[in-house]
Structure formats: structure tokens, C-alpha cells
């Protein structure tokens, strides 16, 4: 039987936290980017999100920032249309994150991994979206389930 891989959206919360702590989740994702489990994808916007984030408060980690997205294969997006950006501010009242769903709802992803609690997380969106939306622990665990699971 061949297993499809799981495509994840990653918000900029998530590659920050891939960029500061070498053991956390965030990174195991990469590393399973690396290892082609994973297919991992990001927006444009959020890449630039990231590199602005990165560059004001740990600039000497810019460096990894680029080794992450290279190593964990991961790939941008097109921008999101019109008719996404309006669906995704339905459904999240802060205009950046609206967007940032736009760029995940682009990119046909199984799963949006986040650590945004206010915006994403605490919420869980309760609307009909066609991924899952969690942590990277949420999406290791979810997984790790389903792998070990015996058929």
C-alpha cells in the first residue's frame, strides 16, 4: 500500500520556533521534512514574516532559518486569490492571520501547524476547513498514531 505524505502548512510561529530550540517539535518537523515524510510548505507571506522576525530578534539565526527551510525541503506557495483571502477573513478577524489562513487554504494542506492559541489554537476555528489545525506536537502525536497503529 502506498502512503501519500501528510502536506503541512507551517505559520510563522512554528519556523521561529525551529529557528531557537534544536529539541522542541517545530524542528522534529524539518527533520521529518528532510527525511521526505513530510511535505512541508509555507506562503509567501509568512516567509517573509519569518525573516522579519528572525532579523529583529535573534538576527545571528538568520543563517538557520535558511538551513531549516533547505533542509526540510520546504517549499512556498503562491499567493492566495482574492476569493481565499475573503474566505479566511470570515473565519479570522486579525487581517495578518486571515492572510496567513489564505495562504494555507492555497496551498491544499492536510494540516496548518501553528502555535498562535488566540488567533488558531483557542478557537480550533470551528468551521469547515479541509485540514487539521494543531501544534507540531499535535501533528506528531496525530502521526506517530497513525503509523504505529497495526492495520
Do not use: C
Amino acid at each position: 500500500m502506498t502512503r501519500k505524505n501528510v502536506r503541512v502548512f507551517l505559520d510563522t510561529s512554528v519556523l521561529f520556533s525551529a529557528v531557537l530550540s534544536s529539541t522542541g517539535g517545530a524542528r522534529r518537523l524539518f527533520l521529518l521534512g528532510e527525511a521526505g515524510l513530510l511535505e512541508l510548505v509555507v506562503g509567501p507571506n509568512v516567509l517573509r514574516e519569518a525573516d522579519e522576525v528572525v532579523r529583529r530578534k535573534v538576527p545571528a539565526s538568520l543563517p538557520m532559518l535558511a538551513q531549516l527551510l533547505e533542509i526540510g525541503k520546504v517549499h512556498a506557495v503562491s499567493a492566495p486569490t482574492s476569493k481565499q483571502i475573503e474566505l479566511a477573513r470570515k473565519l479570522v478577524a486579525y487581517g495578518p492571520d486571515a492572510h496567513v489562513l489564505a495562504e494555507a487554504i492555497r496551498a491544499n494542506v492536510d494540516w496548518f501547524v501553528t502555535h498562535d492559541k488566540e488567533h488558531f489554537l483557542k478557537p480550533k476555528l470551528s468551521m469547515n476547513l479541509p485540514f487539521e489545525i494543531g501544534t507540531p506536537g499535535d501533528l506528531l502525536q496525530k502521526y506517530t498514531d497513525d503509523f504505529y497503529l497495526p492495520s
